[in-house]
């Protein structure tokens, strides 16, 4: 893969499993790597090249600042990763209004928030990469996670049409779909919506996602936007 040292990338949601796999993958790569969450304490440690941000991606305000923020200390923002979920699981007709909108305005509204942010940014520099994590659920809907699922085949398609409109400046925007992933998200979904089976006979790691995504953002994938990248060991049948 190219150099990453000189590039600075954003990480979203990176208290959880994944987000902090991606951190210490792009870290171990040489980028300088700007981590957020709502809780400082729950975000990977603070060291060279590693930088927290408190964040709450349903304030748009803050997102916004958050990128100035970004911008003014590093002077470009190369790429982002959305990482921030709310899991929400149960019968449909159980689930009320108010967990939809939950899911709905973290994942698909908080990542629209971010790219929102970023954007000009990247068309100012020249370019840049946005990957959405979203999820096997957005092509196969597990019956007890369904805003889940909803949330990511919205995301599946909001890459898509920014990879059309912004690819003129050189932004590139994919989604990463995980499978079952071991995680303590995993356990949770085991109770009641999902399997870790898949035809590489298990659940992946979030290392082999983080691999994804850096793949993503890496400049050796310049001809690659639009697409939803599964990182799921294939569909048990």
């Known amino acids: 893969m190219s150099d990453l040292k000189q590039q600075v990338f954003w990480i979203t949601g990176a208290a959880g499993a994944l987000g902090r ?3 210490e993958h792009l870290h171990g790569l040489g980028a300088q790597v700007i981590v957020s969450g709502r809780n400082l304490d729950t975000l990977p ?4 090249r590693v930088q927290g941000l408190s964040l709450d991606v349903t304030d748009r305000l803050a997102v916004d600042a958050a990128a100035q923020a970004i911008l003014l200390t590093h002077g470009r923002i190369d790429g982002l990763v959305t990482c921030t979920t709310i899991p929400r699981f ?3 007709l159980a689930l009320q209004d108010e967990d939809w909108s939950e899911v709905l305005n973290t994942k698909l509204m908080g990542s629209i928030r971010q790219a929102r942010a970023v954007i000009p940014t990247m068309i100012s520099q020249g370019g840049g990469s946005i990957v959405f994590i979203s999820g096997r659920g957005g092509t196969v809907p597990p019956p007890r996670h369904l805003p889940g699922a909803c949330a990511n085949s919205a995301l599946n398609l909001l890459a898509q049409g920014l990879a059309t409109e912004y690819g003129q400046h050189g932004i590139r925007v994919n989604t990463v779909a995980p499978g079952p992933i071991e995680s303590p998200r995993l ?7 999902a399997t870790a089976r898949s035809a590489l006979g298990g659940a992946g790691t979030p290392e082999d996602v983080a691999h994804a995504v850096s793949f993503l953002l890496n400049p050796d994938s310049k001809h690659v936007t639009g697409i939803c990248l599964p990182v799921d060991g294939g569909r048990a049948r």
């Open 21 to 23: 796999a991606i951190c």
């Open 45 to 48: 440690i603070e060291r060279p």
């Open 90 to 92: 149960g019968d449909f």
């Open 187 to 193: 356990e949770q979904m085991k109770a009641g919506v």
